[in-house]
């Protein structure tokens, strides 16, 4: 696994962070903040591509390209302690793919002053190569040499989960023997963040950045908006084994459903994300009874908290009273569709460890809801299966089934 997030930019620091609660949240530095109402942001500080790419050519991307470049390297690393595709399979076996939603926006928006003053003839080249949706996915198969599949997959904020599912049914298709999955995404642009301040889902605690997104909390009033990458390398079992590698956990099942609903609140019962749930633990043979703990979406609107806790009591039942469900997203913030690949990442470092990750700045749980949010502190616990949620705008929701992996007598 791989990841370049406002909490770290390796996964030792990043699971430290999402363990203590460590909120990355802080003054918004990218551009003059001042007559935005939302004026903090989750920022990746002092990320240098140059450590994974070449410097000249690194440069010359988007900084979401920079950033999954960067993950996906790390993820790569991780599996087979170098950067070589050839050392963990055939690389006509391996894929690629990544998740995003405005990847390509920063391109367009910095080659608009010079095509206004001097036309066509004022673009660059790399406007359309940074710019185009598929970037990112490209250029890391160049980086990495894989030849086997590539692609870019956008669902709004469910992107990065659902990478993942796509992944685990190309090698369950036996399309692939390995699969380099994440999501990648760089918003903190001045007209997209003003964009996002008049949608009025982002939080404007300004004073304390550290404690404002409070999901779940009686107080929260939106979101933290931050950038970066997770990847993970996802590898057939036996194709895994053969050559003693690492395994953080199992990925079980994926479940996808769209609400049809409202362009961007989500069904005030939640009954995408309920859906998901169910595809997704019918998809991986799980019972719901099994599942120990949920990675909720969790972005502290009052909608998105209240449809989870809606959803997650109806499918479970008296099951929800015996389940921890936490957002990580007071300490990383929301990377948009990179949330989900990131999210995976923290759900399975949880499993790697047997500990649940608090929910950061909750302290008064709105009224009514008995589900077990674990504030205050992270606990260690015997997780077997986690659920990871993901939704995006226009009613899309996924869910992951992550397992415990054991070996097969």
């Given at each position: 696994?791989?990841?370049?997030?406002?909490?770290?930019?390796?996964?030792?620091?990043?699971?430290?962070?999402?363990?203590?609660?460590?909120?990355?949240?802080?003054?918004?530095?990218?551009?003059?903040?001042?007559?935005?109402?939302?004026?903090?942001?989750?920022?990746?500080?002092?990320?240098?591509?140059?450590?994974?790419?070449?410097?000249?050519?690194?440069?010359?991307?988007?900084?979401?390209?920079?950033?999954?470049?960067?993950?996906?390297?790390?993820?790569?690393?991780?599996?087979?302690?170098?950067?070589?595709?050839?050392?963990?399979?055939?690389?006509?076996?391996?894929?690629?793919?990544?998740?995003?939603?405005?990847?390509?926006?920063?391109?367009?928006?910095?080659?608009?002053?010079?095509?206004?003053?001097?036309?066509?003839?004022?673009?660059?080249?790399?406007?359309?190569?940074?710019?185009?949706?598929?970037?990112?996915?490209?250029?890391?198969?160049?980086?990495?040499?894989?030849?086997?599949?590539?692609?870019?997959?956008?669902?709004?904020?469910?992107?990065?989960?659902?990478?993942?599912?796509?992944?685990?049914?190309?090698?369950?298709?036996?399309?692939?023997d390995v699969m380099v999955?994440?999501?990648?995404?760089?918003?903190?642009?001045?007209?997209?963040?003003?964009?996002?301040?008049?949608?009025?889902?982002?939080?404007?605690?300004?004073?304390?950045?550290?404690?404002?997104?409070?999901?779940?909390?009686?107080?929260?009033?939106?979101?933290?908006?931050?950038?970066?990458?997770?990847?993970?390398?996802?590898?057939?079992?036996?194709?895994?084994?053969?050559?003693?590698?690492?395994?953080?956990?199992?990925?079980?099942?994926?479940?996808?459903?769209?609400?049809?609903?409202?362009?961007?609140?989500?069904?005030?019962?939640?009954?995408?994300?309920?859906?998901?749930?169910?595809?997704?633990?019918?998809?991986?043979?799980?019972?719901?009874?099994?599942?120990?703990?949920?990675?909720?979406?969790?972005?502290?609107?009052?909608?998105?908290?209240?449809?989870?806790?809606?959803?997650?009591?109806?499918?479970?039942?008296?099951?929800?009273?015996?389940?921890?469900?936490?957002?990580?997203?007071?300490?990383?913030?929301?990377?948009?569709?990179?949330?989900?690949?990131?999210?995976?990442?923290?759900?399975?470092?949880?499993?790697?460890?047997?500990?649940?990750?608090?929910?950061?700045?909750?302290?008064?749980?709105?009224?009514?809801?008995?589900?077990?949010?674990?504030?205050f502190e992270s606990r260690?616990?015997?997780?077997?299966?986690?659920?990871?949620?993901?939704?995006?705008?226009?009613?899309?929701?996924?869910?992951?089934?992550?397992?415990?992996?054991?070996?097969?007598?």
């Amino acid at each position: 696994m791989g990841v370049i997030a406002p909490n770290g930019k390796d996964l030792v620091t990043f699971w430290e962070s999402i363990r203590d609660g460590r909120s990355s949240a802080g003054p918004l530095t990218r551009f003059d903040a001042k007559p935005f109402p939302s004026r903090i942001a989750a920022e990746v500080r002092d990320f240098d591509v140059g450590k994974y790419t070449d410097p000249k050519k690194g440069r010359r991307f988007a900084m979401a390209i920079q950033y999954a470049i960067a993950a996906a390297k790390q993820a790569l690393l991780d599996a087979t302690q170098t950067t070589r595709v050839a050392d963990i399979g055939d690389p006509e076996r391996v894929g690629v793919i990544e998740g995003t939603s405005v990847s390509g926006i920063e391109s367009w928006l910095n080659g608009m002053p010079s095509f206004e003053e001097r036309g066509y003839r004022g673009i660059s080249p790399f406007t359309l190569i940074n710019g185009y949706m598929g970037a990112g996915a490209g250029e890391i198969a160049l980086d990495l040499d894989i030849r086997g599949h590539a692609c870019t997959y956008s669902s709004g904020s469910a992107s990065g989960n659902d990478v993942m599912g796509y992944a685990l049914r190309l090698i369950q298709d036996d399309e692939v023997d390995v699969m380099v999955a994440g999501g990648s995404e760089a918003p903190i642009l001045a007209p997209l963040w003003g964009a996002f301040c008049q949608t009025k889902v982002m939080t404007t605690h300004n004073e304390k950045p550290e404690t404002a997104m409070r999901p779940f909390d009686v107080t929260r009033d939106g979101f933290v908006l931050g950038e970066g990458a997770g990847f993970v390398v996802m590898e057939e079992l036996t194709h895994a084994l053969s050559r003693g590698a690492r395994i953080y956990a199992e990925v079980a099942g994926h479940g996808r459903a769209c609400e049809s609903f409202h362009s961007v609140a989500p069904h005030p019962e939640g009954i995408g994300i309920r859906k998901a749930i169910e595809n997704s633990l019918r998809n991986a043979g799980v019972n719901l009874s099994e599942v120990s703990y949920i990675n909720a979406h969790g972005t502290a609107t009052t909608a998105n908290d209240k449809a989870e806790i809606k959803a997650i009591k109806a499918h479970f039942g008296v099951h929800s009273k015996r389940l921890a469900m936490s957002s990580t997203k007071g300490v990383t913030g929301h990377l948009l569709a990179a949330a989900g690949a990131i999210e995976t990442i923290a759900s399975v470092l949880a499993i790697y460890h047997q500990v649940i990750p608090k929910t950061t700045n909750l302290t008064v749980p709105d009224d009514g809801w008995d589900v077990d949010l674990v504030p205050f502190e992270s606990r260690p616990y015997p997780i077997d299966v986690a659920l990871n949620l993901s939704a995006g705008f226009g009613g899309k929701n996924a869910c992951l089934t992550l397992r415990r992996y054991r070996p097969r007598a």
